[in-house]
T-cell receptor, first 111, second 113 residues
Framework: AQSVTQPDIHITVSEGASLELRCNYS??????LFWYVQSPGQGLQLLLK??????LVQGIKGFEAEFKRSQSSFNLRKPSVHWSDAAEYFC?????????FGAGTTVTVRA | KAGVTQTPRYLIKTRGQQVTLSCSPI?????VSWYQQTPGQGLQFLFE???????NKGNFPGRFSGRQFSNSRSEMNVSTLELGDSALYLC????????????FGQGTRLTVV
């Protein structure tokens, strides 16, 4: 079955430190992959997307993600975290007009 | 451009009742999909509509249904509510391309008591 997996349930990072969230996918030849962020009680906001081409994609809020076919990964990174980045992050893959989401990674930012 | 609008934002219903949730997509988007989010099951796909036709459906009982109108607005209905239906219901709209990104509304928080 086509799916995405987020191995980390919760990550704590210090403000100003770098952040990397892991996502592994199980999709066919051309995966359509996304990262979303959700603040408490809110909807999902699209951070970035990968369809094809350049394996390093830039998103909003200073986030980037790297697609690695050899590792079936699509990890999200941010060089310097701000307190406002505390939220839940979801990796998702698209197929047949639907998104399949990972379980999410909750990011806590400590001062 | 206005985003995806979901109404109402909050609902409290009693077991056995039915509920209808509404979603207005981004202007120009003809694809609307629905997701259920719960702490235990995470984000699960309910169904997707395009031009008033359901193109895909998730693994939910028949109590969950939806429809789309000619102006692309969509509604979902849950009949005979159960306690387990308490969740955040998210609607998303997408441009008319296969497997493109989805833009989400703020969600409707349904509580069944």
């Amino acid at each position: 079955a086509q799916s995405v997996t987020q191995p980390d349930i919760h990550i704590t990072v210090s403000e100003g430190a770098s952040l990397e969230l892991r996502c592994n996918y199980s999709y066919g030849a051309t995966p359509y992959l996304f990262w979303y962020v959700q603040s408490p009680g809110q909807g999902l906001q699209l951070l970035l997307k990968y369809f094809s081409g350049d394996t390093l994609v830039q998103g909003i809020k200073g986030f980037e993600a790297e697609f690695k076919r050899s590792q079936s990964s699509f990890n999200l990174r941010k060089p310097s975290v701000h307190w406002s980045d505390a939220a839940e992050y979801f990796c998702a893959g698209a197929n047949d007009y639907k998104l399949s989401f990972g379980a999410g990674t909750t990011v806590t930012v400590r001062a | 451009k206005a985003g995806v609008t979901q109404t109402p934002r909050y609902l409290i219903k009693t077991r056995g009742q039915q509920v209808t949730l509404s979603c207005s997509p981004i202007s120009g988007h003809r694809s609307v999909s629905w997701y259920q989010q719960t702490p235990g099951q995470g984000l699960q796909f309910l169904f997707e509509y395009f031009s008033e036709t359901q193109r895909n459906k998730g693994n939910f009982p028949g109590r969950f249904s939806g429809r789309q109108f000619s102006n692309s607005r969509s509604e979902m209905n849950v009949s005979t509510l159960e306690l387990g239906d308490s969740a955040l219901y998210l609607c998303a709209s997408s441009p008319p391309l296969r497997n493109t990104e989805a833009f989400f509304g703020q969600g409707t928080r349904l509580t069944v008591v």
